[in-house]
C-alpha cells in the first residue's frame, strides 16, 4: 500500500522559510514523477513543483521559481520542498503526490489529474 506522509508545515513571517517534507512507503520512486501541490479553500489545486526522479530534473510553477526548490535523498524515499522568501500569496494546504507512470520530462507539465496517490497535507501560514 502507497502512503506519502507530509511534515514540516507551520506558521511563518512573510520573508521566512520553511521546509516540507514527504515520506513515501510502499512505492518505488525509481522513474517517476513526484509533485508538490498546495490549495487554499474555493480555489482549484495549483502545481508548486515536480520532479522526473529517473532525471533529477525539477520543474517548478513561475510563481515560485527561485524560491522553493524540490530535492530527493539518496533513497529516494523522501522529498522534500524548501520554501524560502515566503510571500502572503503562499499560503495554503501542501500535498505530496506521486504517479504510478514515468512521464519523462512532460513531468513538468503534469496536472493533479495525472497523479495517483496523494498525501494528507500539510499547512502553510504565512503572516505579513
Known amino acids: 500500500q502507497v502512503q506519502l506522509v507530509e511534515s514540516g508545515g507551520g506558521s511563518v513571517q512573510a520573508g521566512g522559510s520553511l521546509r516540507l517534507s514527504c515520506a513515501a512507503s510502499?512505492?518505488?520512486?525509481?522513474?517517476?514523477?513526484m509533485g508538490w501541490f498546495r490549495q487554499v479553500p474555493g480555489k482549484e489545486r495549483e502545481g508548486v513543483g515536480r520532479?522526473?526522479?529517473?532525471?533529477?530534473?525539477?520543474y517548478y510553477a513561475d510563481s515560485v521559481k527561485g524560491r522553493f526548490t524540490i530535492s530527493q535523498d539518496n533513497s529516494k524515499a523522501i522529498f522534500d520542498l524548501q520554501m524560502k522568501s515566503l510571500q502572503p500569496e503562499d499560503p495554503g494546504m501542501y500535498y505530496c503526490?506521486?504517479?504510478?507512470?514515468?512521464?519523462?520530462?512532460?513531468?513538468?507539465?503534469?496536472?493533479?489529474?495525472?497523479?495517483?496517490?496523494w498525501g494528507q497535507g500539510t499547512q502553510v501560514t504565512v503572516s505579513s
Open positions: 520532479m522526473d526522479t529517473s532525471s533529477g530534473i525539477a
Open positions: 510502499g512505492y518505488s520512486a525509481s522513474r517517476r514523477c
Open positions: 503526490a506521486a504517479a504510478r507512470a514515468y512521464f519523462g520530462s512532460w513531468c513538468g507539465a503534469s496536472t493533479p489529474e495525472d497523479f495517483d496517490f
